[in-house]
């Protein structure tokens, strides 16, 4: 039973991983980053949860783009409470996959946000 349990609780997190990431493709390059409750409100996601089943699908969307070696989707997702830069478990992911050097706030968070901001305009505006 459990097993069947988890198994659907993946399956809803990989729907919703392919929905958060088909919305962000889907905005302008140019676009400012969205924040976490923005984007749960555009993929009408309903509490409870809401935002941790958000987080659970883009950290989801950031193993993917670290495999296929693309700049973090996620990047485009940001905490109202942090000044333009996403949420610690943001980095702390990015750190454990190999792409950022741990800082998760101040200039180093700030230097390692912009640079997948500017390597996603790229990739998004040549499509």
């Not at 039973?1 to 609780?9: A, D, G, K, L, Q």
């Not at 883009?58 to 942090?82: K, N, Q, T, Y």
């Not at 950022?100 to 790229?122: I, K, S, V």
Request: proline fraction near 6%.
């Amino acid at each position: 039973m459990s097993v069947r349990v988890e198994s659907t609780v993946a399956e809803g997190t990989a729907e919703l991983a392919r929905r958060a990431r088909a919305e962000l493709l889907a905005l302008p390059a140019d676009a400012a980053p969205l924040t976490y409750q923005a984007l749960a409100q555009r993929l009408q996601l309903r509490p409870p949860h809401s935002i941790h089943r958000l987080v659970q699908a883009l950290e989801l969307c950031m193993h993917e783009d670290a495999a296929a070696g693309r700049p973090f989707i996620a990047a485009r997702v940001i905490s109202r409470a942090r000044g333009g830069l996403p949420a610690p478990g943001f980095f702390a992911l990015a750190t454990a996959l190999g792409r950022h050097g741990g800082a998760e706030t101040g200039p180093g968070a700030e230097a390692f946000h912009q640079t997948q901001l500017r390597a996603l305009h790229g990739n998004l505006a040549s499509d």
